[in-house]
């Protein structure tokens, strides 16, 4: 067994204690409009979520991120962090990744200690940076030394079943079919992880519109379950 193995498991848990589990990623939104109904609905959304969307944000930034732990650069972690804070329209999304940002360093900074993640810490504790979830997320796959192609093979396993979870609670769905919907995502996350090696750091932000669109329409809801 590769030694990291165990690491990468903890880091990319789902039940990591940062609260995940209070955020829909605008899916709400998606289920009280009547746009997702069913089973076939929740897996096009989450297909078209982690095509379309993820790579070019949140992996794309975990990616480089991770890059700029390896080279030590605690000033680049610094500017990726502004620019993801910038390129986040909704407030809501915003909010919530540095929330979970802020949770996971809190985390593993106690538990991996070491000069970068000490480094991104102090900037988000002087309020320079925002300490996104993703970028939080890279560094520590780095010092943790797990290898960049698995950590972020498990990165979209976590954000999948993040989604599987909130569709099976939302639409809703039973259990099986959640787990057949992951289950034939699994095959896909080898090229989705090659194709967020490929995509350059300029594209970073690329967004899907009606996405952020029902991502500002969360707050206004008349009743929520979860907080973006």
């Not at 709400?28 to 897996?43: F, H, N, P, R, S």
């Not at 954000?159 to 769905?173: D, I, Q, R, S």
């Amino acid at each position: 067994m590769q030694a990291w193995l165990p690491y990468m498991l903890h880091l990319s848990d789902p039940t990591l204690p940062i609260g995940a589990y209070t955020h829909s990623g605008g899916l709400e939104t998606y289920v009280q409009q009547g746009l997702i109904k069913d089973a076939a609905d929740a897996a096009a959304f989450i297909r078209n979520m982690l095509e379309h969307n993820l790579p070019y944000n949140d992996a794309l930034f975990a990616v480089m991120a991770y890059r700029a732990a390896e080279a030590g650069n605690v000033e680049q972690l610094v500017r990726l962090d502004q620019e993801c804070t910038a390129l986040k329209g909704p407030r809501e999304l915003r909010m919530a990744s540095q929330k979970l940002g802020v949770r996971l360093l809190k985390l593993f900074s106690s538990l991996v200690v070491h000069d970068i993640g000490d480094g991104y810490m102090k900037q988000v504790r002087s309020g320079n940076a925002a300490g996104h979830y993703c970028l939080a997320y890279g560094v520590y796959a780095c010092l943790s030394g797990i290898p960049l192609q698995d950590a972020m093979t498990a990165f979209y396993y976590n954000a999948a079943t993040g989604m599987v979870t909130n569709c099976v609670k939302l639409v809703p769905l039973g259990q099986q079919q959640g787990q057949r919907i992951l289950y034939e995502l699994l095959p896909d996350l080898p090229a989705l992880v090659k194709q967020t090696f490929s995509i350059p750091g300029e594209l970073a932000g690329r967004c899907s519109i009606g996405f952020d669109i029902r991502s500002m329409q969360h707050e206004k809801l008349y009743s929520r379950l979860y907080m973006s």
